[in-house]
């Protein structure tokens, strides 16, 4: 299998020859075709290393229209260093498309943040406090995202924050795609599935 069969355009087709992936792995092969090619909501299993970031943020790319004006796309991450790495991975990814992809994580100057956000970001990649921070204070608004990806689920549960992002499916809009990834599959990831996202594969 090579990236030409999987449907992607010519200019994802240059920036992974650029950044020097020559074939997609294994969860890509079964993800990059699927979201592409469906309107309904996945779940996916993968442990880290197995590049699920480019698994998530090639279709996303794709998918993802230029000067949209407001957050199409928003990822969810249980940590600050995992936001930054998928941040750079899916920039990394973009070629020549006009595409903000910003980290929005606790730990960094809220000012820094509050400029980006008042520039206005595409895809925001962000740790769960920080994100609920940014949308109580009013400055993050995802009325209209269209897609929302929570990336290794379980280390969320782990990590104390399923509250967190149960509190942030309430501020997103019913219609949307969910893409939830996960090294394992605890219940209560299958149940964070059943409540809070549509019919999925
Ligand atoms: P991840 O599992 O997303 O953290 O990715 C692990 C590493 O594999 C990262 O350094 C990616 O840039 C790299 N990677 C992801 N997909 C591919 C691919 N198809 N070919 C070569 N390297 C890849």
């Known amino acids: 299998m090579k990236f030409d ?5 010519e200019g994802m087709i240059s920036a992974l020859k650029k950044k020097g992936f020559e074939v997609p792995t294994r969860i890509q092969e079964l993800t990059i075709p699927w979201i592409l090619g469906n309107t309904k909501d996945l779940v996916a299993q993968a442990q880290t290393g197995t590049g ?13 229209q230029e000067n949209a004006g407001h957050v199409q796309a928003l990822i969810i991450t249980p940590t600050r260093e ?3 790495q998928v941040a750079e ?3 990394s990814l973009k070629g020549d498309k006009e595409l903000s992809i910003v980290p929005i994580y606790g730990g960094q100057a809220m000012s820094l943040q ?18 609920l921070d940014h949308l109580w204070s009013g400055e993050l608004s995802l009325g209209k995202l269209s897609y929302f990806v929570l990336d ?6 782990n990590m104390g924050f399923i509250d967190d992002v149960k509190e942030i499916f309430s501020h997103t809009p ?12 605890p219940r209560e990831i299958i149940d964070i599935a059943r409540n809070h996202m549509h019919e999925y594969d």
């Open 82 to 84: 995992l936001a930054i």
């Open 5 to 9: 069969n999987l449907g992607l355009s």
């Open 152 to 157: 290794e689920a379980d280390e969320m549960l």
């Open 89 to 91: 991975e899916i920039n």
């Open 114 to 131: 509050l400029r980006s956000l008042r520039k206005g970001i595409d895809i925001v990649v962000g740790t769960p406090g920080r994100i």
């Open 174 to 185: 019913e219609k949307k795609r969910t893409m939830l990834f996960s090294a394992t599959m």
């Open 52 to 64: 699920k970031t480019a698994a998530f943020g090639i279709p996303l790319i794709e998918l993802i």
